[in-house]
């Protein structure tokens, strides 16, 4: 059976905001785009959805094909859809925002990108579309989760030390943190589980390494478990 609707349809694209995090800087990841509009012009990966695929499908079938990354953290951000955000036709656009470990996760371009690259948030090119709009979207998400969630240590490599957990925390917050109240506060979860390694070749005292307990977190949220910091 076919159908005529009164109302013609709006296209849907997904489009990520993808953060990573290098002990120094938080990265955005941004395409080339080798296609108009907005050819040669730095993008957020992203896509239109297809007939046969849902939401979560085609943002991780475009992140594998445009920048190779394929397991991440990935979460629904916002849906945008202002009437002449796209100059081809009424596109509604459904963001995500991710989280990966930069060490992980090397990106090479493919389909319609001709280049990736990874660009410290406070220093972004233009992007096209409005991109801009659901990169702020996207930072603002991260910086109030980050605070009641453990989503930071998605960031980071297996194993960390309680001064590259703070320093990313200060990074993403941008403000200076208690190194005192911060440690206290972070063992305080029973979340890090401490390992018998240490830093070798350092010209300071050698830090202990920890690793993320995710399971104990998932029985603690199970339990109404909240991570405050």
């Known amino acids: 059976m076919s159908y005529t609707y009164k109302y013609p349809h709006p296209a849907v694209t997904v489009d990520a905001v993808v953060f990573g995090f290098d002990e120094a800087d938080l990265k955005l990841l941004l395409v080339r785009r080798r296609i108009d509009p907005f050819k040669g012009e730095w993008a957020l990966p992203g896509g239109f959805v297809r007939l046969n695929e849902n939401l979560e499908e085609a943002i991780r ?45 090397p990106v090479a371009a493919a389909s319609d990108a001709t280049e990736v690259a990874w660009f410290p948030v406070a220093e972004l090119p233009e992007v096209a579309f409005d991109h801009e709009r659901i990169v702020e979207t996207g930072l603002a998400r991260l910086k109030a989760k980050v605070r009641y969630e453990p989503i930071g240590f998605e960031l980071l490599p297996r194993k960390f030390t309680l001064g590259d957990l703070q320093r990313l925390y200060e990074t993403v917050l941008e403000q200076p943190l ?25 010209a300071h005292r050698a830090a202990q390494y920890y690793q993320f307990n995710r399971e104990r977190y998932e029985q603690l949220r199970k339990r109404g478990f909240n991570f405050e910091l």
Do not use: M, W
């Open 178 to 202: 208690d190194k005192r109240n911060f440690r206290k506060k972070i063992l305080g979860t029973n979340l890090l589980q401490a390992l018998k390694e240490y830093q070798q070749d350092v």
């Open 61 to 105: 079938r475009e992140l594998l094909e445009e920048t190779g990354i394929t397991e991440l953290y990935l979460e629904q951000l916002y849906t945008f859809g202002e009437p002449d955000r796209d100059p081809r036709e009424r596109v509604i656009s459904v963001a995500y925002y991710a989280l990966v470990n930069l060490s992980l996760y």
